[in-house]
């Protein structure tokens, strides 16, 4: 896919990186129904692509990553009279299900505040870089919403007393504390942000496109699982019956670097 830049999402392609960057700024990159299919259809788009081993995803701008769903949307549709309906009473499947479904990992690039379905956007994300400037917070309590996704997913990766601190009160979440509790992979300075989420990427591309894939997926199918249900359950391409197993075994042999042919 060439490098493209429209109205809402900026897509590039570098080293077998698709970066997906939301541009609506002057909103705080909140989420739309034009941008949540713009973003997922991106994901389809790279899950089809044999060049493309791992996707990214930032926010334009200095003030967020994303700030969620943009609440002038809800505020309309109650002035026209329409209802407003929860992610289980519509008919589009969710962008964070698409996230979690892919079968390439994907690299949260996190250069401001997530908050809201800004921070489900992040959850979402397999991995997570985060500049020192940001913050999360799951607020919907406050506005009368659910945070349906965050309610599922942050008591399986936080412990549970945090997890229902952060969604009840929807204060401020620190960087220095989400980390403290392992959401993020690096914290960087902001100016060191791309560099850095780059260099990462490049580390995780090093490694074999289709053992990518497996290990993403059998860790999103068996998470819990019990041991002896997850170690039974054969997903993700075979990568051991691959031409890239029959290549990392003779680059390591012969103290090189593998040229990996994504089959």
């Known amino acids: 896919m060439a490098d493209s830049s429209d109205d809402i999402l900026k897509i590039s392609t ?26 997922g259809n991106a994901i389809f788009e790279a899950d089809d692509d044999s060049d493309i081993f791992l996707i ?5 701008g200095e003030k967020a990553f994303c700030s969620g769903a943009d609440l002038k949307v809800a505020r309309d549709m109650a002035d026209r009279g ?3 309906r929860g992610p289980l009473r519509t008919v589009r499947r969710s962008l964070l299900e698409v996230m979690i479904d892919s079968r390439k990992p994907i690299l949260g690039i996190i250069n401001g505040p997530a908050i809201a379905g800004g921070f489900e956007l992040a959850l979402a994300c397999d991995l997570r870089v985060c500049s020192d400037t940001a913050f ?20 399986q990766m936080v412990p549970s007393a945090i997890a229902m601190e952060w969604l009840l009160t929807g204060r401020r979440v ?3 504390e989400a980390q403290q509790y392992g959401l ?13 989420a780059m260099a990462f990427a ?24 019990s041991l002896t249900e997850g170690i039974r359950l054969d997903t993700g391409p075979d990568v051991y019956a691959s031409e890239d197993q ?18």
């Open 136 to 155: 999360f917070a799951v607020p919907e309590a406050k506005r009368a919403r659910g945070a349906h996704f965050a309610s599922v997913a942050l008591p």
């Open 184 to 196: 993020l992979n690096r914290v960087v300075p902001f100016d060191r942000l791309m560099d850095e």
């Open 174 to 176: 620190p960087v220095e």
């Open 56 to 60: 990214a995803i930032t926010g334009a």
């Open 202 to 225: 490049a580390e995780l591309t090093s490694s074999a496109p289709l053992s990518l894939q497996r290990l993403k997926i059998t860790y999103r199918k068996t998470h819990g699982m």
């Open 82 to 84: 329409e209802p407003f």
């Open 14 to 39: 570098e080293n077998h990186v698709r970066l997906l960057t939301l541009n609506r700024p002057d909103v705080r990159n909140a989420l739309n129904d034009d941008l949540t299919d713009a973003i």
């Open 246 to 263: 029959v290549e990392g075994a003779r680059a390591f042999l012969e103290k090189r670097d593998p040229v990996w042919k994504n089959r």
